[in-house]
């Protein structure tokens, strides 16, 4: 959600800062923007839609030479994205220059106050509240000022400010939004996250809620909410920037597709050591807890639908799983015996973060799955399992979701053994189920060719459906978002019992229904609702086990999955139908790396 860059150091500030946001992009990208330090004061340019028209206008912008500068991709949240709304937004005095991600809450609030003072607002957004109010604090001290201004805000805010008369300065503020520094040699940086800094610096220092910090060519400078300066340690990013890169595809999508059975691999390999499950440092006692609430958003929720069958199947402790908005205002019944799993792969999602601190209020234990180190929900959650996926760049995530599902069968398995649910020869063969998953996830890559013709005969449909049961269900509803968010193909998921009730009402000839039939010991029924379906004209796609040949005299169309445990499926299962998905928006000429309206990271409500 909007994505920030801030730089000083030697070089020309506007290449720098328009290839971060480049990077930045997958972050909001209906409008961008740049401001630079130049003798003739901050010179500003700004340009609707993507980053390369902002480019364009650069490009054809003479006198844009400073050497420190801020930069906005933006996710429009107040005021319609238009060049007047999109960042930076300067005080009326030409003095600040501000970025903005985060949602100021009390806007009106103080934008009243400074009407009332007589200054002039331009935008309809919450953000130039905080660079007027700058202005107002100013009396010659811009650290002072910006301590003034943040004081007196409520809501979430990372921001990087330029000011006029301090040459070669940047200054920051954080709360409740992401924002690193990154630190290199004459040079360093500000930014919502490291993809925009790979190329420059893997050395980074998180910035925490309240800090301010202010960087020069030479130096970097950070306080804690009262003014103080603290020291802070310099992370090391271990990653490169090849893993931020398309790497000869056309699409980060379908890399991140590609990259699955590596990412499932780095994932597992750590956490299984002489045949048994070691969650690095997880010091949780499951027998204090009588139930499970698993909480997030989107495909992490979806993730989380299927962790809550494997772990109630495993553990026989009450599970359930509900999206984080409701989550947060459902005053759910928790206690200290209720374990919380929030899932993220940004770890920067606000609702899921609300949701955290809800449960933390009531006394639950909060462990946290999460892919980005050093996140909020890292940071705020009591136990962290890390995602090995590496960077996800694609705005619809598919390594990320797939090596969520691989810790929560990691962890479901560790906590059954520990519950003594599980012991021997099951627990042995589940270990080597896992194990294999890696080269599964590849079996199932080379086995869904069949995604791409079907994608050219039913991409210009104008609905679609996705069925199944128990675990196939769960592993439906992420098959038909993947399927939406991209190639903008309405479609929805159903419980495959639960059809008759309603919406086989719109079954109608020709539909396509995607007919998910892992789950072995209910196919026989999964089985009667495809002959529901295709009495009714529709055109059945099943996906399912290898080794499940009756299938072919069922559907219209079949794409194998390898066969693996029962619980572990959805791993492989996903795989066609994000390939699926892809092909489909390909087909449509969609934007699939930034479909219309979304963004990566949800940091507002
Ligand atoms: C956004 C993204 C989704 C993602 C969801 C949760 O809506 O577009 O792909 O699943 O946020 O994100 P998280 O980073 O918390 O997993």
Known sequence: M??????????????????????????????????????????????????????????????LYGVCGIG?????????????????????????????????????????????????????????????????????????????TVARLTGSYAVAVICADCPGVVYAARMSSPLIVGVGAGENYFASDITALIRHTKDVIDLDDGETAEISMDGVRIFNRYGRPVEKKLRHIL??????????????????????????????????????VELDDLDIDMSAFDRVLITACGSAYHAGCVGRLVIETLCRIPVEAEVASEFRYRNAV????????????????????????????NGATVLAIVNVVGSTIAK?????????????????????YVTQLVVLDLFAVWAAERLGRLGGEEYDGLIRSIKALPSKAQRALDLSGGAKELAKIYHDRSSM???????????????????????????E?????????????????????????????????????????????????????????????????????????????????????????????????????KPKNLAKSVTVE
């Open 465 to 491: 459906f996705f069925i199944g049961r128990n675990l196939d269900y769960a592993v439906a509803m992420e098959g038909s978002l993947k399927l939406k968010e991209i190639s903008y193909l309405h479609s």
């Open 2 to 63: 909007c994505g920030i860059i801030g730089y000083t150091g030697c070089d020309k500030a506007v290449p720098i800062l328009l290839e971060g946001l480049k990077n930045l992009e997958y972050r909001g990208y209906d409008s961008a923007g740049v401001a630079v330090q130049t003798a003739d004061g901050i010179r500003m340019i700004k340009a609707t839609g993507k980053v390369e028209n902002l480019a364009a206008k650069a490009e054809s912008t003479l006198g």
């Open 493 to 593: 998921a159903y419980a495959a019992g639960e059809l008759k009730h309603g919406t086989i009402a719109l079954i109608e000839p020709g539909r396509l229904v995607a007919a998910l039939c892992c789950c072995d010991r209910l196919y026989e029924k999964t089985a009667s609702n495809i002959q529901q379906v295709k009495a009714r004209g529709a055109k059945v796609l099943a996906l399912a086990p290898e080794s499940n040949r009756a299938i072919y005299g069922e559907a219209d169309y079949v794409i194998q999955v390898p066969d693996v445990h029962p619980l572990l499926f959805p791993a492989v299962e996903i795989i066609p139908m994000q390939l699926f998905a892809y092909c489909v928006a390909l087909e449509n000429g969609c934007d699939i790396d």
């Open 380 to 400: 705020l959650a009591d136990h962290v399992i890390y995602t090995w996926a590496g960077p996800e760049i694609a705005v619809a995530t598919t390594k990320g």
């Open 72 to 148: 906005h991709t933006r996710w429009a949240t107040h005021g319609s994205p238009s060049d007047v709304n999109a960042h930076p937004h300067m005080s009326a005095d030409g003095r600040f220059a501000i970025v903005h991600n985060g949602i100021i809450e009390n806007y009106l609030e103080l934008k009243k106050d400074l009407e009332k003072k007589g200054v002039e607002f331009k935008s309809e957004t919450d953000t130039e509240v905080i660079v007027q109010l700058l202005a107002y604090y100013y009396d010659g001290d811009v650290r002072k000022s910006l301590m003034r």
């Open 239 to 276: 990653w490169d920037i090849a893993a931020a890169e398309k790497g000869g595809y056309p699409h980060f999508m379908l890399k991140e597709i590609m990259e699955q059975p590596q990412a499932i691999k780095a994932t597992i390999e750590p956490r299984i050591k002489n045949g048994r």
């Open 334 to 361: 928790m206690s200290e015996k209720t374990l919380v799993i929030a899932i993220s792969q940004s770890g920067e999602t606000a609702d899921t973060i609300a949701a955290m601190r809800e449960a933390k209020k």
